[in-house]
T-cell receptor
Framework: GAGVSQTPSNKVTEKGKYVELRCDPISGHTALYWYRQSLGQGPEFLIY????????DSGLPNDRFFAVRPEGSVSTLKIQRTERGDSAVYLCAAPQGNTEAFFGQGTRLTVV | QKEVEQNSGPLSVPEGAIASLNCTYS??????FFWYRQYSGKSPELIMSIYSNGDKEDGRFTAQLNKASQYVSLLIRDSQPSDSATYLC????????????FGQGTILTVHP
């Protein structure tokens, strides 16, 4: 929705592997958010970019998680040494207006 | 205490009835309030936003905000089976500008 594309739509990886999840805000939004949604829960904030810089990364659970947005458009969420507890749907969102978040279709990450 | 609380439900209403969904929040400085609808396997979809005390109507949906009571609700009139989904309350602004804090969602079932 609202021009946010996420790839891949599904990712299965083995425990301990490294993964990258991509978000492309097609409409050129300045702000970009990453959320994580576990089954039966609401989305949980991870990180917020304003342009190229991370304005708020307080939601990243630990140092295995890292995100970049080098040119202020496409963002990549990187997870090192994946654990089974990292399995969730990772959502990227871009605002329109004040703080509304319009979500992409998400990447379902499964760590086996 | 969770920052944003919703009854998880499920809430079951007959077709044509009014569905009432409730949400409370803890950050008194919150400035923006949203309701998202999420169908199974899909990403959240913004359906209502409200910023000031009172009611805001959009078609069959009415959002109500009471900042003194730290309470926001969503009424769905003439409920349809297609309204069956999880409804997520989200709160933004205040001490955490730039990100949204979500409740766990209320499952709504509208039966014919």
């Amino acid at each position: 929705g609202a021009g946010v594309s996420q790839t891949p739509s599904n990712k299965v990886t083995e425990k301990g592997k490294y993964v990258e999840l991509r978000c492309d805000p097609i409409s050129g939004h300045t702000a970009l958010y990453w959320y994580r949604q576990s089954l039966g829960q609401g989305p949980e904030f991870l990180i917020y970019f304003q342009g190229t810089g991370a304005a708020d990364d307080s939601g990243l659970p630990n140092d295995r998680f890292f995100a970049v947005r080098p040119e202020g458009s496409v963002s990549t969420l990187k997870i090192q040494r994946t654990e089974r507890g990292d399995s969730a749907v990772y959502l990227c969102a871009a605002p329109q207006g004040n703080t509304e978040a319009f979500f992409g279709q998400g990447t379902r990450l499964t760590v086996v | 205490q969770k920052e944003v609380e919703q009854n998880s439900g499920p809430l079951s209403v007959p077709e044509g009835a009014i569905a009432s969904l409730n949400c409370t929040y803890s950050d008194r400085g919150s400035q923006s309030f949203f309701w998202y609808r999420q169908y199974s396997g899909k990403s959240p979809e913004l359906i209502m936003s409200i910023y000031s005390n009172g009611d805001k109507e959009d078609g069959r949906f009415t959002a109500q905000l009471n900042k003194a009571s730290q309470y926001v609700s969503l009424l769905i009139r003439d409920s349809q089976p297609s309204d069956s989904a999880t409804y997520l309350c989200a709160v933004g602004g205040g001490t955490s500008y730039g990100k949204l804090t979500f409740g766990q969602g209320t499952i709504l079932t509208v039966h014919p």
